[in-house]
């Protein structure tokens, strides 16, 4: 029963642990997101001095641990992004233990329980997807693992236009 008070606890304790994390990343012209315990920070530093101050980040508190990485693309929760000769492009990332299963079509759930599965998923398609060809290659996953949950081929088409009319 404690457990949105224990959210509560992490998420002041980080706001505490981040302070100078964010100051220094915004002085230096970057940028810092986080979602409850990921962090993402883009910062234009070279390597080693990069990797000089996540090691001090990373003595701020011995249970927290920052790690690293640094190329031309990076995956933030559930977004790919990738740095294309200076343009950044974003797609939906799925983590190497994703299982395709979806509630199953022949299941006695409400119809519109099902359009909302696949409205949901075609819309943070949209959302994250920067380029349209993304987008189309996403819609094509997704109808894959539709079909494999025995969802009909019509049904599927019905609800990515309905997504596309929006």
């Not at 642990?17 to 964010?22: L, P, S, T």
Request: glycine share 2%; net charge neutral; with cysteine.
């Amino acid at each position: 029963m404690d457990f949105p008070l224990t959210l509560a606890k992490a998420d002041c304790y980080m706001f505490f642990y981040e302070r100078d994390i964010v100051k220094q990343v915004s002085n230096s012209g970057g940028l810092y997101f986080r979602y409850i315990d990921d962090l993402f920070i883009v910062i234009n530093w070279p390597s080693r001095h990069l990797s000089k101050q996540i090691e001090r980040w990373n003595q701020f508190d011995e249970n927290i641990k920052l790690s690293e990485h640094i190329g031309s693309n990076a995956d933030f929760l559930d977004l790919h992004i990738e740095n294309q000769d200076g343009q950044l492009l974003t797609t939906v990332y799925q983590k190497p233990s994703y299982e395709s299963y979806y509630l199953p079509f022949n299941s006695i759930h409400p119809l519109n329980m099902k359009k909302n599965i696949i409205y949901t998923m075609l819309l943070r398609a949209v959302r994250y997807c920067s380029t349209f060809q993304a987008y189309l290659n996403e819609c094509e996953k997704l109808r894959m693992t539709l079909l494999v949950n025995k969802y009909p081929n019509k049904f599927i088409d019905e609800q990515i236009n309905q997504v596309l009319l929006k």
